[in-house]
């Protein structure tokens, strides 16, 4: 089964917990803290690799978590790191976060960072100084990121296939290619898109053929727009064209109805380069019909076939296999806008029903690594609050003692 979308959940793992432990060793006197910071938590990668053409694996198994890191021990041993776990994605696989591209996944062995894991909490080791010599506190390790991703896959291919149902696409990529699509005579035979690769001389060419477009696609009508995003990347279209037209259409209107769906789902992919293949020669009246289509596209590249019987394909792939091969133009760089600098709080305080709310990275990492049990890491964690100005600003927002404060997972009462 082909699935060309997919959203997934990745976590990355929570570091390990600091350790709080002094060393105590017969002779020695005043050990000290020695206490081991805790082990990395597991990253989540996505990596993309040429065997997978499908995105059904990840339907089933939509939920990748990083494994946590290990807690630090005595005598400063670090905690051992969470492994990496790696997630295998087709090329050309598009990364989505909250509707936005993140990444795009073109070659092979690319790899994205899609979860980070957190990092691990410091032992009591880490926290002596020349004031504190024996220090009661240690941190929790930091919880990883969780997100959901939406994947969307975009064929790689240098030739795409498009036209209306029944037009000849799958013959014609049959014929040129070692593809064994299904074909018949009904509409939308094609109900997922093939690939196939077709060679000319020392020129390889893959070649894609999605299923056909019919008027009001961009509606929802037959299979919609769905599959157009499998030719955003193709260095050419062969737009086939029956030569008796599509359901009460002639040619020359089928021509003109599939360029109109092409620039209502992308602009940019109305403007590439496109070869009018006009098939079903060896029927009869299709002399007299080429010439109504090479009268009203004039400005187009024209070769007419046979996909059936195999007549004009090696001039159109003699053809193509020289387009193919031309460097590919490079990308209009848009203009850089004017650097811009945002400064932004470290937190942020807002009434929520009977609730204060803390939001900030900073104050969210500090709430989520304390460990409430030892009473210097409160302390710490007051302080450190009051220092930022978090404390000033809920008193000034109104904010009254016994009032409840939340941050993050953690929800304490206000105590100026």
């Known amino acids: 089964m082909f699935i060309d979308q997919a959203r997934i959940v990745v976590k990355g793992g929570r570091g390990g917990n600091g350790c709080l432990t002094f060393r105590r060793e017969k002779y020695i006197d005043r050990g000290g803290p020695d206490g081991g910071n805790g082990g990395r938590g597991g990253d989540v990668i996505l990596r993309a690799v040429a065997g997978k053409k499908s995105l059904l694996d990840l339907t089933y198994k939509p939920h990748f978590y990083a494994p946590d890191g290990k807690p630090g021990q005595g005598s400063n041993k670090i905690g051992r790191s969470g492994e990496d776990i790696y997630v295998d994605i087709p090329v050309g696989t598009v990364v989505y976060r909250d509707g936005k591209p993140v990444v795009d996944l073109k070659q092979e062995g690319e790899t994205f960072l899609a979860a980070r894991g957190g990092r691990g909490g410091r032992g009591n080791a880490a926290f002596k100084t020349q004031r504190n010599t024996a220090p009661m506190i240690s941190e929790r390790g930091e919880p990883g990121d969780h997100l959901e991703l939406d ?15 029944n037009s000849g696409k799958s013959t014609l990529l049959s014929r040129l290619t070692s593809a064994r699509p299904k074909i018949a005579d009904y509409p939308f035979t094609t109900l997922n898109p093939n690939l196939g690769v077709a060679a000319w001389r020392n020129t390889r060419m893959v070649i894609a053929d999605i299923p056909g477009l019919i008027e009001g696609a961009h509606e929802g009508r037959g299979l919609g727009h769905d599959f157009l995003r499998h030719i955003e990347r193709t260095r050419i279209l062969f737009h086939l064209v029956d030569v008796y037209g599509y359901q009460g259409n002639d040619a020359v209107s089928c021509v003109k109805i599939i360029n109109a769906e092409l620039k209502q789902h992308s602009p940019i992919l109305a403007k ?58 490079e990308l209009t760089v848009l203009p850089e806008e004017p650097l811009r600098f945002v400064v932004e709080l470290d937190y942020q305080v807002h009434e929520e ?29 007051q302080n450190i609050l009051k220092k930022m100005g978090v404390e000033k600003e809920l008193a000034r927002q109104g904010a009254k003692p016994g009032d409840s404060v939340k941050i993050g997972k953690v929800e304490f009462f206000f105590e100026p």
Do not use: C, H
Request: proline share 4%; aromatic share 6%.
């Open 272 to 329: 590439k380069e496109m070869i009018l293949v006009v098939n079903k020669m060896d029927l009869t009246g299709a002399d007299k019909i080429l010439s109504e289509l090479k009268k009203a596209y004039k400005k187009m590249k024209i070769f007419a076939i046979s996909a059936a019987t195999g007549e004009g394909l090696q001039p159109l792939l003699a053809y193509a296999a020289k387009e193919v091969a031309k460097p590919e133009p």
């Open 151 to 165: 994947l969307q896959l975009k064929l790689l291919a240098d030739i795409g296939l498009v036209g209306f149902p």
């Open 353 to 381: 029903k009977d609730n204060w709310v803390i939001t900030g990275t900073k104050v969210e990492r500090l709430a989520a690594m304390t460990n409430y049990d030892q009473e210097e890491g409160l302390r710490r964690f």
